[in-house]
C-alpha cells in the first residue's frame, strides 16, 4: 500500500517515513506544491497532510486533491488544534483529524482504521483460485492457511490481483510497491515476480509474462 506523506518537517516527516515504510510504501513531500503534484501524478491508498505548510495552506492541498476527483482517504495532522480548522478539514473532505503532538501508536491504529474502512466499501477480499488476499488485514491465505510472502511479494500480488488479469508493466509494479526515494530498479521487479511465481505455482496461479509488456496473475491451466 502506497501512502502520500505531506509533512514540512523534514525531522518529523523523515521519522514518520522511517516508522511506517516496513508496512507501506511512502512518498514524502515538504511543500503543498510536491503534494499536488503528487496526488495528480499517482495514486495513494491514503494521504497524511499537516496543514501548515510552507508554500500553501493544507487546506488548499485538499481542497485541490477534491476537486481533482482524488478519492483516497485523508488522515490531517497537524497542531492547528482549533475547532474551526477541524470543522473546515472535514467539511473540504479530510477523512480524520488528529494534533500534534502525538502517539505514534495511535496514528498507525487510525492509519489502519482509515485503510480497512476503504477496503470495506470496495471489498474487503480478493480471490483468485484458491488464493485469497485479505485487504483488511493485509494476509494471504490458501485454504484458511497462510502464506508467507515478504512485504514487497505481497505488495506485488495485491496489484496483480487487483488488476482483474490485465497487464501490469513493470513501472506500474514498481510505483505500487516503492516510494520516490527508494533505489529499487525495473529488474528487482523481476526477481520479486519470480520468487512470487515460485510460491504461487503450487497452489494453482500463475504469473505470465508478456515479454516487453509485463504480467498478470491466472488460474494454471
Do not use: W
Not at 488548499?60 to 485523508?74: E, G, W
Request: charged share 30%; net charge negative.
Amino acid at each position: 500500500m502506497r501512502i502520500l506523506l505531506v509533512e514540512d518537517n523534514q525531522k518529523l516527516g523523515a521519522g514518520l517515513k522511517t516508522l511506517l515504510d516496513p508496512a507501506y510504501a511512502v512518498d514524502h513531500v515538504l511543500c503543498g506544491e510536491d503534494a499536488v503534484l503528487a496526488s495528480r501524478s499517482h495514486t495513494y491508498d491514503l494521504v497524511v497532510l499537516d496543514l501548515s505548510l510552507p508554500d500553501m495552506d493544507g487546506l488548499d492541498v485538499l481542497r485541490d486533491m477534491r476537486a481533482q476527483k482524488c478519492t483516497s482517504p485523508v488522515l490531517i495532522l497537524t497542531a492547528r488544534d482549533k475547532l474551526d480548522d477541524r470543522i473546515a478539514g472535514l467539511d473540504l473532505g479530510g477523512d480524520d483529524y488528529m494534533t500534534k503532538p502525538f502517539e505514534f501508536s495511535e496514528l498507525e491504529a487510525r492509519i489502519r482504521a482509515l485503510l480497512r474502512r476503504v477496503s470495506m466499501e470496495k471489498t474487503s477480499l480478493l480471490q483468485i483460485g484458491d488464493v485469497q488476499f485479505d485487504l483488511r488485514n493485509n494476509t494471504v491465505s490458501v485454504d484458511d492457511a497462510a502464506l508467507e510472502l515478504s512485504a514487497r511479494e505481497s505488495m506485488v500480488l495485491r496489484a496483480l490481483m487487483l488488476a482483474n488479469g490485465r497487464l501490469l508493466s513493470k513501472v506500474q509494479l514498481l510505483e505500487a510497491i516503492t516510494s520516490f526515494d527508494d533505489d529499487v530498479s525495473e529488474n528487482a521487479i523481476e526477481q520479486y515476480v519470480s520468487r512470487l511465481r515460485r510460491k504461487l505455482l503450487p497452489h494453482g496461479l500463475s504469473i505470465h509474462t508478456a515479454r516487453g509488456l509485463g504480467y498478470h496473475l491466472d488460474e494454471t491451466k
